[in-house]
């Protein structure tokens, strides 16, 4: 049986589906081949399309957009404006926010940070405590983890690792 509840002006339509304690209101919508499921909350004007999952606990809000197959979970949150697409996979405690995109099959998840108008794609992993921001990028196979913070307009790309304590502005 499911709990889920849809309401405010929300919309969910197509062959779209929201089960569990999920949570689905304001303006946002849910469409498409989309699943919203578990205690999951999709609010505010927020867009979750294509053939996107948000689960768990995962919060996606403000203007955000879900789509492809891109996926949300666990206590992630994905907010403001930025857009989460292709096969990425925000999860954990991950905060997605501003106008940062990540795409392809990139992840960011455990405690990371990605926000600005950074971008984060390929397959790049951004995790643990790292912060990536401003007009930041990360891509191909990159990797920024522990407590490592890339902003300014730094690049990281290739097979590059960036750990620890270090910053690149």
Known sequence: FSNAKIYDKAWVFSNAEVSGDAVVHGDAEVYDKARVFGDAEVS?????FG????YGKARVSGDAEVSGKAEVSGSARVSGSAVVDGNAKIYDKAWVFSNAKIYDKAWVFS?????????VYGKARVSGDAVVSGDAVVHGDAVVYGNAEVSGKARVSGDAKVSGNTEMV
């Open 44 to 48: 505010g004007n927020a867009l979750v």
């Open 51 to 54: 053939n996107a999952l948000v």
């Open 111 to 119: 405690n990371a940070e990605v926000f600005g108008n950074a971008l």
